[in-house]
């Protein structure tokens, strides 16, 4: 019910208890009617290599996942810094990721 509102005197925000340490103390509730955004089922194996898609493997937690280098590089500076040149040894040994849980890891490339 967008657009209902009642205006309050500021004199009045201060006898209700609603300022405090120089602070103005708001409530909101808030109904959710239409929910888009990660699926509850991911339906992506980033467990397997992909020809040409998702050819880069990366080591988290013991296991290897595979992931499309130049698509994380595009939206992370941080893994393109870590992520060999191609056409080297080490673009084929892929890299390996620590103090990374490997679940968040995956359902960020969900994302």
């Known amino acids: 019910r967008?657009?209902?509102?009642n205006l309050v005197r500021f004199d009045k925000l201060y006898e209700q208890?609603?300022?405090?340490?120089?602070?103005?103390?708001?409530e909101a509730r808030l109904?959710?009617?239409l929910f888009v955004g990660i699926p509850?089922?991911?339906s992506f194996d980033f467990s397997r290599s992909g020809y040409g898609w998702h050819e880069f493997p990366i080591k988290i937690e013991g296991e290897k996942?595979?992931?499309c280098k130049r698509h994380l590089s595009?939206?992370?500076?941080?893994?393109a810094a870590?992520?060999?040149?191609?056409?080297?040894?080490?673009?084929?040994i892929g890299?390996?990721?620590k103090d990374v849980r490997r679940e968040d890891f995956i359902e960020l490339l969900h994302v």
């Not at 870590?82 to 084929?92: H, L, S």
């Open 2 to 5: 967008m657009g209902e509102y």
């Open 17 to 26: 208890g609603l300022i405090k340490n120089d602070k103005l103390i708001i």
């Open 31 to 33: 109904s959710v009617y």
């Open 82 to 92: 870590m992520f060999p040149v191609d056409g080297t040894a080490e673009n084929r």
């Open 65 to 67: 996942i595979h992931v």
């Open 40 to 42: 509850q089922t991911m």
């Open 95 to 97: 890299i390996e990721l």
């Open 74 to 79: 595009e939206h992370s500076s941080v893994l």
